[in-house]
């Protein structure tokens, strides 16, 4: 994700972007799993202003034992749906590596990515492009 927010040659201020980067990641529905990052930790999802507009409003509790009953409730299914979806990506997964392992034939005039070893002196490795071609 720093890679996509960086331009290339300008990598100095990545320090600057990671909290925008990892909360964009902790916040974002997982394919794997269905769920955010920041739902299974914390047993709600996080509260960000566009919920104002919304009225997406969190749910009020009687007390505080009724709030503990039900965030025990809704992890333990949200813990074994994320097992159940896992193990359903793992399987697309395998289905897909499974379709792109077989030896592909290039011909001359085929459109491909240049691979990108060489990165200019005072350059990250880390967050340089590492293709050139058509997706610049």
């Not at 320090?15 to 920041?38: G, I, K, N, W």
């Not at 509260?47 to 749910?59: K, Q, R, T, V, Y």
């Not at 503990?68 to 896992?86: D, I, K, M, P």
């Not at 005072?122 to 997706?135: A, C, E, P, Q, V």
Request: hydrophobic residues 30%.
């Amino acid at each position: 994700m720093l890679r996509k927010e960086l331009k290339d040659g300008e990598h100095a201020n990545w320090e600057d972007m990671l909290d925008d980067v990892l909360f964009a990641y902790r916040s974002s529905t997982h394919s794997s799993t269905l769920e955010t990052p920041y739902y299974l930790v914390h047993g709600r999802d996080p509260n960000i202003p566009i919920n104002e507009f919304l009225d997406a409003s969190p749910s009020t509790f009687k007390s505080a034992s009724d709030y503990v009953g039900n965030l025990a409730n809704r992890l333990r299914y949200s813990f074994q749906r994320v097992h159940e979806e896992t193990e359903k990506a793992r399987n697309r997964q395998r289905e897909q590596y499974n379709k792109r392992a077989k030896e592909k034939k290039y011909v001359v005039g085929d459109k491909v990515l240049l691979g990108i070893c060489v990165v200019k002196d005072g350059d990250s490795r880390k967050f340089t492009s590492k293709y050139k071609g058509l997706i610049e």
